[in-house]
């Protein structure tokens, strides 16, 4: 099993930044790439961002492209999020997984993630 700990969420104003932070621990070593994603209310959940532990392949949601960045630190088995120039639309519950595949194959869709963590609120206020 592999847990996931998400942290960092919180209230911004629109313009303004934040970093979600995701720590995994247990059997990190079954999984190849991590991703986040979101959640507003009434809306199913998104996919944001993901990154391949070895090699540093990343994926982005076109919304984002150019305000978040997501990058990962082996050695402490943490997936960070930064998030510039937010917007309130980007108001959500964000959700950190991960998935044993290396595979651009499913890495955009939640079916593709076998494990997830408890999710962190961002609000952004206009």
């Known amino acids: 099993q592999v847990q996931l700990v998400e942290s960092g969420g919180g209230l911004v104003q629109a313009g303004g930044s934040l970093r979600l932070s995701c720590a995994a621990s247990g059997r990190t070593f079954s999984t190849c790439a991590m991703g986040w994603f979101r959640q507003a209310p009434g809306k199913e959940r998104e996919f944001v961002a993901a990154?391949?532990?070895?090699?540093?392949?990343?994926y982005y949601t076109d919304s984002v492209k150019g305000r978040f960045t997501i990058s990962a630190d082996n050695a402490k088995n943490t997936v960070y999020l930064q998030m510039n120039s937010l917007k309130p639309e980007d108001t959500a519950v964000y959700y950190c997984a991960a998935r044993p595949s290396c595979s651009i194959v499913g890495v955009t869709t939640a079916q593709g993630y076998n494990y997830w963590g408890q999710g962190t609120q961002v609000t952004v206020s206009s």
């Open positions: 990154i391949v532990w070895n090699g540093g392949r990343t």
